[in-house]
């Protein structure tokens, strides 16, 4: 019964909007809690999270994700196929064989999902606001993800009927690429706050495209495989 309600709860986030105030952008019900590891969590709604799942286990990561208090920022399978059917067009252009997600090597899955997971725990209300085009103003949060790459996560304030800042408020995580000259390649949080035993879990909308950067993704591969 447990699992049954969570995954009705998990379509109604990623499928539907709603306008309740208890809810962000694309739903985001703030008040889940699941008793259990996040690994579990995932592996209970494989609708969303099956393909992670196996990534996780590729990197090397089941023990971060399952012991660890940490900050995830989910990414759905719809953003690791995108990701991988690029990965093929480039095979089948160069004459040569797709790729199985276990023939990615392990060190490129690692260091691409190591990128959306933080240490300690961070809810919306932990976390600073950012304003990509006021970044002076509203810079967000410089964080070094789990292996030490640079991430920016933040909330995005938005409008509502004419009012500023009292609209729907939407958790993202960038890419920024350099701390002297940011770039933004945001992805934002289809929900936010998802509470599992030993983790905080943002799930990354279905525009979400896994590495955040298709053409960096593609390159790492290429260093290890031709």
């Not at 399952?66 to 067009?89: C, G, W, Y």
């Not at 943002?202 to 290429?222: M, P």
Request: hydrophobic share 40%; proline share 4%.
């Amino acid at each position: 019964m447990r699992k049954l309600i969570w995954m009705m709860a998990l379509g109604a986030v990623i499928g539907t909007a709603s306008c309740k105030k208890d809810y962000y952008v694309d739903s985001g019900l703030q008040r889940g809690v699941y008793d259990g590891d996040t690994y579990e969590w995932l592996a209970t709604n494989p609708f969303y999270f099956d393909t992670l799942v196996t990534v996780i286990k590729l990197a090397g990561l089941e023990n971060v994700i399952r012991d660890s208090s940490v900050t995830f920022f989910a990414p759905t399978d719809l953003a690791i196929k995108r990701a991988m059917n690029d990965v093929h067009s480039w095979r089948y252009a160069a004459f040569k064989d797709s790729l199985r997600l276990d023939e990615v090597p392990a060190e490129v899955w690692r260091k691409y999902l190591s990128r959306y997971i933080f240490r300690d725990k961070y809810k919306l209300k932990d976390i600073s606001r950012l304003a990509p085009d006021l970044p002076d103003l509203y810079p967000g949060m410089n964080m070094e993800s789990w292996q030490g790459y640079i991430m920016n996560i933040g909330v995005i304030f938005s409008d509502y009927n004419g009012t500023k800042d009292v609209g729907p408020r939407k958790v993202v995580i960038s890419d920024i690429r350099s701390l002297e000259r940011p770039s933004y390649f945001v992805s934002y949080a289809a929900t936010s706050d998802m509470q599992t035993r030993n983790a905080i879990v943002h799930v990354l909308n279905s525009e979400h495209y896994f590495g955040f950067d298709g053409n960096n993704f593609i390159n790492t591969i290429k260093e290890y495989i031709q």
